[in-house]
């Protein structure tokens, strides 16, 4: 199957560092298909779903849904789309997610995106976005933050050291990132 041969870009950082924004810019440019891990399992939880009740208690508390969950929506999503580039926007969150994604769906990613803006930045972005997310309020904000640094940042880590990780200032306008986005010269290629 196309997909299982395709090229996919992995795209982290910080709880609003602008992962959905820059993704929503680059579809526009290139031939890429984005998901966002996150839409993924709200629209799971909106679903039905039997896990419903599960990922919607794991998000309220900013907490990582098992990479099983994750992995299979994702598998779904990228099979169904016919496309074979994609953006995954906010995966793997930890170690278990990547090692899982690699086990299940056999795909490296080409490389990684990562937005780095600090803390400070982050919180005033999702506290101002008011789009009825249960998980932004300052507690939670809090706590997504926290399993960011403690969980996320070793996979940032370990895609450096496997030279793969394109590093972009997260905390400009969002014209300035993706000026920077584009700069990379990387998508188009890839
Ligand atoms: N904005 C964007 N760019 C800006 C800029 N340059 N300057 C000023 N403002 C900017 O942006 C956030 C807000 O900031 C928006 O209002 C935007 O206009 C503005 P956005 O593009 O939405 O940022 P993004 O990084 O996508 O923020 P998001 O809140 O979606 O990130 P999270 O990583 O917190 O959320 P996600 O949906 O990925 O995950 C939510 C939860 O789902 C997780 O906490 C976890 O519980 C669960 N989850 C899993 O368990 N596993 C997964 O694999 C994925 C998610
Ligand atoms: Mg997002």
């Not at 998901?35 to 909106?46: H, M, P, V, Y």
């Not at 993706?178 to 890839?190: N, P, S, W, Y």
Request: hydrophobic fraction near 35%; glycine fraction near 8%.
């Amino acid at each position: 199957p196309r997909w299982k041969n395709s090229t996919v870009v992995f795209v982290l950082g910080g709880p609003g560092s602008g992962k959905g924004t820059q993704c929503a810019n680059v579809v526009q440019h290139f031939r890429y298909t984005h998901f966002s891990a996150g839409d993924l399992l709200r629209a799971e939880i909106r679903s039905g779903s039997e896990f419903g009740a599960m990922i919607q208690s794991t998000i309220a508390e900013g907490r990582i849904v098992p990479s099983e969950i994750t992995v299979r929506l994702l598998c779904k999503a990228m099979k169904e789309s016919g496309n074979d580039k994609f953006l995954i926007d906010g995966f793997p969150r930890n170690e278990e997610n990547r090692i899982v994604f690699e086990n299940v769906a056999k795909i490296e990613p080409a490389f990684v995106l990562f937005f780095d803006c600090p803390e400070e930045e982050l919180e005033k972005r999702i506290m101002n976005r008011n789009q009825g997310r249960e998980d932004d309020n300052i507690e939670t904000i809090k706590k997504r933050f926290k399993v960011f640094v403690e969980s996320t940042l070793p996979i940032v880590s370990y895609y450096e050291s496997k030279g793969k990780l394109r590093k972009i200032n997260g905390a400009k306008s969002s014209e300035e990132v993706f000026e920077e986005v584009k700069d990379h010269h990387i998508l188009g290629i890839a």
